[in-house]
């Protein structure tokens, strides 16, 4: 009987999970915070990130201030996603289920669709850069190859890949990505090794102040505010007696490790050769293959691959998630698969049909990241101002409930720092350009600062700033009948204790 139950718990593991975003019962909690390490690790075992060092010297500063500065955005931006985690493990409710707290049932609607375009959009991202990275070794292979074939099937197979993994859920996912965590960082050990003779301790910036704020604030869009609407959908199985200290602190240490260690060797890659520092802005899978000999290529594509599928599966199991949040009434894994097609669609249109792709799409992820920022502050002290009485299940899943149709406050204090944090950004996209920085001095705009990505940290501290003054969480009213008393009891979930 004992073998029996331990061979269906062991298979129970890699079960497809069948809960979308409805709330999770304390029955089905189980796991350990240290297992939380292992997908935010994944999502930073990314050879991309050894480009993020050259985009903050870009800024102006030499190669240990921009190093610095990196590491201070990735820790500042991982803390604030396992901050948001919290909403998990306390109301096994998913990220943007709990966000109807502080929005209202239907105002939380606007944050969602821009989650949802937003996670879809870093999903096509790593798609189209995988498959790239296909092309870029093929072509250092064969320099006559026609590449087309192995990028269609480069694309189908991560997308195949990543909406397997996805549909799988988040008890796989957790698994999956420790494995691709461990094969990245075998990988990238060799990779470094390669490269280290290209890297340089020369100092070719300068100190300043404004351009090391802005290197913060440049890594922090890139890394933990990427994920930050997905950091509940990953905890919200871990029992509520789980240590929020050693929770928050496995989950920052997860992030921000590897991308310390990427970022700091791009920063030094990038001072040895100013080419490749160049080259990034454009083609960084191009770029960062330019000294690898040729046997290591192809273990270069697998590197890559394994961090592109790694960042896509996160993405496509919270955006569907999402989607079921947004009203659409089918099961998750079906929504995963719409992701999965749109992703498909987008990611073959832009490598096949749109090849000015890098500008626009980091004015759309610059965007996205001014208003996930001021969400992710307002979530924050939604948050802290419910530490003592949790979630009321029956308000979180209907508009009749305690939280409201639209709660002013949160959507107020949202609308405000999203319009003063879009003039607070650049994009050299020719279109979307000149809708931005409305707030800079020319001058500004055209120099370091404007070019820093300001806007996302003003319009966090605005929107935390403005949601703490305006909003005080209300008790419901007390229970008149025993009736009622049992179903308050039965639908708070994560009351501290």
């Known amino acids: 009987m004992a073998m029996a139950s331990t061979a269906s718990a062991k298979s129970s593991k890699w079960s497809v999970e069948r809960k979308g975003a409805e709330w999770v019962t304390d029955e089905e909690r189980r796991g350990k915070p240290r297992a939380q390490f292992w997908p935010w690790a994944g999502t930073s075992c990314n050879v991309l990130l050894v480009s993020f060092g050259p985009y903050v010297m870009a800024l102006g500063l030499d190669w240990h201030l921009a190093a610095l500065a990196a590491a201070a955005g990735a820790v500042l931006s991982f803390l604030l996603l396992a901050l948001v985690s919290l909403a998990g493990q306390r109301g096994g409710a998913a990220t943007m289920v709990a966000g109807r707290a502080a929005f209202g049932f239907h105002g939380n609607k606007i944050p969602t669709f821009i989650s949802y375009l937003a996670l879809v959009g870093w999903e096509t991202f790593s798609a189209v850069l995988a498959t790239l990275a296909a092309r870029t070794v093929a072509l250092r292979l064969d320099p006559e190859m026609d590449t087309r074939p192995l990028m269609v099937v480069t694309l189908c197979l991560v997308v195949l890949a990543s909406t397997v993994v996805g549909i799988y859920g988040c008890h796989v996912i957790l698994r999956i990505q420790k494995w691709f965590a461990l094969v990245f960082t075998a990988l990238s050990v060799v990779y470094c090794g390669l490269t280290l003779p290209e890297i340089s ?265 403005g949601y703490a003054a305006l909003h005080r969480v209300r008790p419901s009213a007390p229970p008149n009948t025993t009736e009622e008393i049992e179903n308050r009891d039965a639908n708070l979930i994560g009351v501290t204790t």
């Open 201 to 465: 301790f020369a100092a070719h910036g300068q100190a300043s102040f404004g351009a090391f704020m802005g290197g913060i604030m440049l890594t922090a869009s890139l890394l933990g505010l990427s994920w930050v609407n997905c950091a509940a959908d990953y905890t919200r199985y871990l029992p509520r007696e789980t240590g929020r200290g050693a929770l928050v602190g496995w989950i920052t240490f997860g992030g921000t490790a590897p991308a310390v260690v990427l970022m700091g060797f791009g920063t030094l890659l990038a001072a040895g050769d100013p080419e490749v520092a160049a080259k990034a802005a454009t083609d960084p899978i191009s770029a960062l293959s330019a000294h690898l000999p040729t046997w290591f290529l192809v273990p270069y594509l697998i590197l890559a691959l394994v961090g592109f599928v790694s960042g896509s599966i996160i993405g496509l199991y919270s955006s569907g998630l999402a989607l079921q949040t947004l009203g659409v009434r089918m099961p998750r894994h079906y929504t995963v698969l719409i992701d999965a097609v749109l992703i498909a669609g987008a990611g073959g249109y832009v490598v096949f049909a749109a090849p000015g792709f890098f500008a626009p799409f980091q004015a759309f992820l610059t965007t996205t990241a001014v208003v996930m920022a001021a969400w992710s502050g307002i979530f924050v002290v939604d948050l802290w101002q419910r530490r003592h009485i949790g979630y009321d299940r029956t308000a979180l899943f209907s508009p009749l409930g305690a939280y409201g149709r639209v709660n002013r406050a949160g959507i107020g204090c949202l609308t405000v720092a999203t319009i003063v944090g879009f003039g607070l950004i650049t994009s050299p996209d020719p279109h979307i350009g000149p809708l931005l920085g409305y707030l800079f001095t020319p001058a500004a705009r055209a120099g370091g600062l404007g070019s820093s990505n300001l806007g996302i940290f003003v319009a966090l501290v605005l929107a935390t700033a």
